[in-house]
Nanobody
């Protein structure tokens, strides 16, 4: 079992920044990939960004150049630095982990409880 504890969500004005953190505990040695999904009201859950243990990253086109994902393997923690936030970034952000890849939803092993990010215009 892996437990995920997310933090860092909140309310910010458009153009502002937030940093999300997600700490994994438990059987974290099994984690290969970590990352973030988000779900806005009335929309499907979508991949935001992911990172492997080796540091390879993937981003949704909508956040490229604005968001940066990073990972501290020693702390089993993944971060999402979100800059130049837009109202359309408003969503619940979920931390995810996988023994394989988080790009394919069926291979995601664990989901966090989610943290709300609200960007006002």
């Amino acid at each position: 079992q892996v437990q995920l504890v997310e933090s860092g969500g909140g309310l910010v004005q458009a153009g502002g920044s937030l940093r999300l953190s997600c700490a994994a505990s438990g059987s974290s040695y099994s984690i290969t990939a970590m990352g973030w999904y988000r779900q806005a009201p009335g929309k499907q859950r979508e991949l935001v960004a992911g990172i492997t243990r080796g540091g390879s990253t993937v981003y949704a086109d909508s956040v490229k150049g604005r968001f940066t994902i990073s990972r501290d393997n020693a702390k089993n923690t993944v971060y999402l630095q979100m800059n130049s936030l837009k109202p359309e970034d408003t969503a619940v952000y979920y931390c995810v982990t996988s023994r394989l890849t988080i790009v394919v939803r069926s291979t995601i092993d664990y989901w966090g409880q989610g943290t709300q990010v609200t960007v006002s215009s």
